[in-house]
T-cell receptor, first 116, second 113 residues
Framework: DTAVSQTPKYLVTQMGNDKSIKCEQN?????MYWYKQDSKKFLKIMFS???????INETVPNRFSPKSPDKAHLNLHINSLELGDSAVYFC???????????????FGEGSRLTVL | KNQVEQSPQSLIILEGKNCTLQ??????????LRWYKQDTGRGPVSLTI?????NTKSNGRYTATLDADTKQSSLHITASQLSDSASYIC????????????FGTGTRLLVSP
């Protein structure tokens, strides 16, 4: 029944490792997003995919690589993890991407990444 | 520069009391404004979405107002409950092609018994 689900919920790893976070939505939405929430609780967009096509790619290190095998899935792979990557990563989805319509955003529960 | 500022940063109120959270934005061109509630350890959940032509919208005990002229919004919570303790995030959408959302830093509300 979960609309937007992401795994794992918690991830603790060493600096330099490579890790992935997976996201799936069963809402039939055409657009998916990855957000990063830092320690100050500020949410910042990282990537957005519309129908498997990358449409938003904010200033994010190229160690972060999103992959969308289909419009219901958007995974995030992070190479060579650094201490500053520690944060909560939220996946989200919406039905529309264009701002001419008010596409409501549905968030997953978040994946807390801790880099030691 | 597109920005969304919220005040206060944090707030403590007694259960049963009302409170109002503020949001000022400089996002242009404006498309819509949203309020989200984020419980600790959970993802944000949408409370309201308002377009340019709407100046008030309610969702149960939550009432959001929008003044597009002064670029201000407020979220009023009536008869607060302990479950209202959360962060409330104001998000403004800019009309720049694909949906670009500008997030505020949130107001942390604690409802005390």
């Amino acid at each position: 029944d979960t609309a937007v689900s992401q795994t794992p919920k918690y991830l603790v790893t060493q600096m330099g490792n490579d890790k992935s976070i997976k996201c799936e939505q069963n809402l039939g939405h055409d657009t998916m997003y990855w957000y990063k929430q830092d320690s100050k609780k500020f949410l910042k967009i990282m990537f957005s995919y519309n129908n498997k096509e990358l449409i938003i790619n904010e200033t994010v290190p190229n160690r972060f690589s999103p992959k969308s095998p289909d419009k219901a899935h958007l995974n995030l792979h992070i190479n060579s993890l650094e201490l500053g990557d520690s944060a909560v990563y939220f996946c989200a989805s919406s039905q529309v991407a264009r701002t001419s319509r008010t596409g409501e955003l549905f968030f997953g529960e978040g994946s807390r990444l801790t880099v030691l | 520069k597109n920005q969304v500022e919220q005040s206060p940063q944090s707030l403590i109120i007694l259960e049963g009391k009302n409170c109002t959270l503020q949001c000022n934005y400089t996002v242009s061109p404006f498309s819509n404004l949203r309020w989200y509630k984020q419980d600790t350890g959970r993802g944000p959940v949408s409370l309201t979405i308002m377009t340019f032509s709407e100046n008030t919208k309610s969702n149960g005990r939550y009432t959001a107002t929008l003044d597009a002229d002064t670029k201000q919004s407020s979220l009023h919570i009536t008869a607060s409950q302990l479950s209202d303790s959360a962060s409330y995030i104001c998000v403004v959408s800019a009309s720049t092609g694909f949906q670009k959302l500008v997030f505020g830093t949130g107001t942390r509300l604690l409802v005390s018994p």
